[in-house]
């Protein structure tokens, strides 16, 4: 893997890529590996985009939805079952330049006691000390607005978020929604959200995918900052007595 030419810096967002560039992108996503464990997890020295949700927020369907890939995240037909996070790589060519974490979905009720505790604890660990994290996505459902859990996740990851961490609330199944309804719930989510970014989202009609895209393109191809630009840049060559004289 290819290491960035610096991390990311708070505000140093590149302009967003033509939708088709970021679409592209996210097409080359392929599956790299999953973990039961955090400490099973490769390092990483390119950005990683964690995507997190409750069970049902409709996580697989937005991340398949964005690579274009209809198998790509493994969608459970017993909502909370799957425990693993998985880790898919980005970049063209065949130089990865980003990896997404697709993380087990929480709070279904079907799941043991035991079981939520261990993976909510697995997630805490992960989401506090993942040394290449860089940006999060939290999926909410728009008609059930943020829940507990997920204020008690926006909590854990605030810190991190002050110190430069992107991060955005995507509001699936916004079908589901009239305007006036998807308007009132954008609303009240950006108050919520702590200075992160809110997106309606549906993949039924197609709506926010190419901006999502373009936010997570943004997030993984950060822009140098001016300092470490002007030592990167060579200096110029002083003039000699002989040089500055006129012809």
């Given amino acids: 893997m290819t290491t960035p030419s610096s991390a990311p810096v708070a505000g140093s967002l590149p302009p967003a890529p033509d939708a088709k560039i970021a679409m592209g992108w996210m097409h080359t996503a392929k599956f790299l590996t999953t973990a039961a464990q955090l400490h099973h997890l490769p390092p990483i020295d390119v950005p990683e985009i964690a995507f997190v949700g409750r069970s049902n927020a409709g996580k697989s369907t937005c991340i398949n939805t964005l690579t274009q890939q ?33 993380l087990p979905g929480y709070g279904y009720a079907a799941v043991s006691r035991s079981d939520k505790v261990r ?10 000390s993942r040394p290449g994290l860089t940006g999060i996505v939290l999926l909410c459902d728009p008609r059930l607005g943020l829940t507990e859990l997920d ?70 191809h950060p822009v140098l900052p001016a300092t470490v630009a002007s030592e990167a840049a060579p200096e110029p060559t002083p003039e000699t007595p002989e040089d500055s004289q006129p012809n």
């Fill in 119 to 128: 993976w909510q604890q697995v997630m805490v660990n992960y989401l506090v």
């Fill in 151 to 220: 204020e008690a996740l926006l909590e854990v990851v605030r810190p991190r978020v002050e110190e430069g961490l992107k991060f955005l609330i995507v509001l699936t199944k916004a079908d589901k929604l009239t305007r006036a309804e998807q308007a009132k719930v954008l609303s009240i989510t950006r108050l919520q959200a702590g200075g992160g970014e809110v997106k309606m989202f549906s993949a039924l009609k197609k709506q926010g995918v190419d901006e999502v895209a373009q936010l997570l393109w943004q997030w993984a």
């Fill in 70 to 102: 209809k198998q790509l995240a493994f969608a459970s037909k017993k909502p909370g079952r799957t425990q693993h996070i998985n880790l898919f790589s980005l970049g063209k060519q065949g130089v990865t330049d980003a990896v997404l974490a697709d």
